[in-house]
């Protein structure tokens, strides 16, 4: 079964210090791996996946299938990177996109 | 994303009452879901459509029933509403899983009494 687990339900840390919301799954076959970010009275919005191996705003994202960890990262955290974060699986079960249960991610100055 | 709506914003109703949340897309994406958002659990899926007269449950679609006879609205019916029911129910669609993102509506802020 697919399951995707964010253990930490909030994390603080002061402006320009690393960050590190972590992801891990559970899926038997190969999975796609989503971040997506919901910015304060704003709707969720996609912020990475892991094919693309991009950075955006800084953040970027390894799939580590030993681990089976999708963890997202930035070097130095900004105060506009307050937000919810989720971590989300799509797997090859027609349609289906599980999302963890959600990280809150407060930078303070 | 103005192209995703949903209705209401906010809506409350009483134990055992039926109510449809509503959601209309402009793109005329094929993939189309609920989820609901509840503290502790995150985004959980309700149900979801690859097209238009094809659904498929869920992780949680007990007591939910939808439709999807055009495929730019995707109802959402809870057939008797319960109190454990009250939560924010977002609404997404997609054209393509694979290589496009899912957008989502605003949501609606359900309270069951």
């Known amino acids: 079964a697919q399951r995707v687990t964010q253990p930490e339900k909030l994390l603080s840390v002061f402006k320009g210090a690393p960050v590190e919301l972590k992801c891990n799954y559970s899926?038997?076959?190969?999975?796609?791996l989503f971040w997506y970010v919901q910015y304060s009275r704003q709707r969720l919005q996609l912020l990475l996946r892991?094919?693309s191996r991009e950075s955006i705003k800084g953040f970027t994202a390894d799939l580590n299938k030993g681990e089976t960890s999708f963890h997202l990262k930035k070097p130095f955290a900004q105060e506009e990177d307050s937000a919810m974060y989720y971590c989300?699986?799509?797997?090859?079960?027609?349609?289906?996109?599980?999302f963890g249960q959600g990280t809150e991610l407060s930078v303070k100055p | 994303d103005a192209g995703i709506t949903q209705s209401p914003r906010y809506k409350i109703t009483e134990t055992g009452r039926q109510v449809t949340l509503m959601c209309h897309q402009t793109?005329?994406?094929?993939?189309m879901f609920w989820y609901r958002q509840d503290l502790g659990h995150g985004l959980r899926l309700i149900y979801y459509?690859?097209?238009?007269?094809?659904?498929d449950k869920g992780e949680v679609p007990d007591g939910y029933v939808v439709s999807r006879s055009k495929t730019e609205n995707f109802p959402l019916t809870l057939e008797s509403a319960t109190r454990s029911q009250t939560s924010v129910y977002f609404c997404?669609?997609?054209?393509?899983?694979?290589?496009?993102?899912?957008?989502f509506g605003n949501g609606t802020r359900l309270t069951v009494t």
């Open positions: 997404a669609s997609t054209p393509d899983l694979d290589n496009s993102p899912l957008h």
């Open positions: 899926y038997s076959g190969s999975p796609e």
């Open positions: 892991h094919i």
């Open positions: 989300a699986l799509s797997g090859n079960q027609g349609g289906k996109l599980i």
């Open positions: 793109w005329s994406h094929s993939y």
């Open positions: 459509s690859a097209a238009a007269d094809i659904t």
